[in-house]
């Protein structure tokens, strides 16, 4: 919300933005001017795009790992005229022009890119993850921290099916609210998790096929009698902290990939778009907290790595440095604690009107 900084500045008014996506995926999005300064921006058509997306980034300071397919999609265009590539590419930079700017993460998970941010605007504020921190305050007293709120209905009776398994034993699928797949995706998913012979519980929407042909066969519903529960909407953070949930396999929005992070649940990575590609890349190669799967999905690598997470030696490793994080999220927001401070400092500093 750029334009909501101009008219604050225009009269006179301490302005304060949330940037409610991923740290990594802000750095991201401040090299789309140099990606198109080096002349690899626009791109000559769809196959240049494909040829390159494996091309290395060693050069971006901030960013650890990457190669040109974990940028935020929006930088695969053919025209600089293209309208999302044009509006992330200012609306970054002119979140950093406020007085401070705001985001649900915690020191240690990006000091990375958090270095990099500050070199643009000193007055960046951890308070994440937000949940975590909201414990600290009254419930009439946690406005915007209250980020657990959802205008869909959710099932509740899910919560009492995960009570039947054991710990680290379920498989938790959720794509978030907006992404969609094709409906032979959607098919190598439920086949994959059916193979596996795992216990799930699949969050899935109704309109999560683009063509609106979600209906899945009376064969797999037999198979998985018993040990699949598939929902439309649930309480997530609940889900996660749950003791039976032993992976998630999400799309990697930031909001899921915080709570898999501070849940300590190992992840599977299917990102659809924007950052969602970025936060990928850094919860593999970088958190060390998941495994990506191949954007053309086959049921096989589903059911591979599913048990993997939940059954194999990778996986083990994997849930240890989950565990890891969340004990960094949770000190991150205890009394003391970085996120615990900085929401001290943004409401002395920030919203009275004294940040540098």
Not at 102 to 107: L, S, V
Not at 225 to 234: L, P, Q, V
Not at 252 to 264: P, Q, R
Not at 338 to 343: A, E, G, L, V
Request: with cysteine; glycine share 8%.
């Amino acid at each position: 919300m750029g334009f909501a900084g101009k008219v604050a500045k225009d009269m006179g008014i301490p302005e304060v933005q949330l940037w409610t996506a991923s740290v990594c995926g802000y750095v991201g999005y401040l090299q789309y001017n140099e990606l198109v300064a080096q002349g690899m921006v626009p791109f000559k058509d769809e196959k240049e795009i494909e040829d390159s997306l494996d091309i290395s980034l060693d050069w971006i300071k901030g960013m650890s790992n990457m190669r040109l397919r974990d940028l935020p999609s929006f930088v695969r265009v053919t025209s600089l005229d293209d309208i999302l590539f044009d509006f992330l590419n200012s609306e970054c930079r002119n979140t950093l022009k406020s007085s401070g700017v705001i985001i649900n993460t915690f020191e240690d998970l990006d000091e990375e890119g958090l270095e990099i941010l500050r070199t643009y605007n000193p007055n960046i504020y951890t308070i994440g993850p937000l949940d975590l921190l909201a414990r600290h305050f009254p419930e009439k007293d946690k406005g915007f921290m209250s980020v657990g709120s959802s205008l869909w209905k959710s099932d509740s009776n899910c919560l009492t099916w995960l009570n039947k398994w054991e710990p680290n034993s379920v498989v938790y699928v959720n794509f978030g609210s907006i992404a969609v797949m094709s409906a032979h995706h959607l098919k190598e998913f439920a086949w994959g998790l059916a193979n596996s012979k795992l216990p799930f519980l699949w969050i899935k929407r109704a309109d999560i096929v683009a063509d609106e042909s979600d209906s899945l066969p009376q064969e797999f519903f037999d198979e998985i009698k018993d040990r699949g529960y598939i929902s439309s909407w649930c309480q997530q953070e609940q889900v996660l902290s749950h003791p039976s949930v032993g992976v998630f396999l999400t799309h990697c929005g930031w909001n899921s990939t915080l709570e898999g992070i501070y849940a300590g649940v190992p992840m599977i990575c299917w990102p659809f778009f924007s950052d969602q590609h970025t936060n990928c890349r850094y919860i593999c190669a970088n958190w060390g907290v998941g495994m990506e799967i191949n954007q053309d999905v086959k049921r096989d690598e589903i059911s591979d790595l599913v048990t993997e997470i939940i059954k194999g030696d990778k996986g083990k490793e994997i849930r240890q440095k989950s565990l890891e994080w969340k004990k960094k999220a949770i000190k991150a927001t205890d009394v003391g604690g970085t996120s615990y401070n900085h929401i001290h400092k943004l409401i002395k500093e920030a919203l009275s009107g004294n940040a540098a």
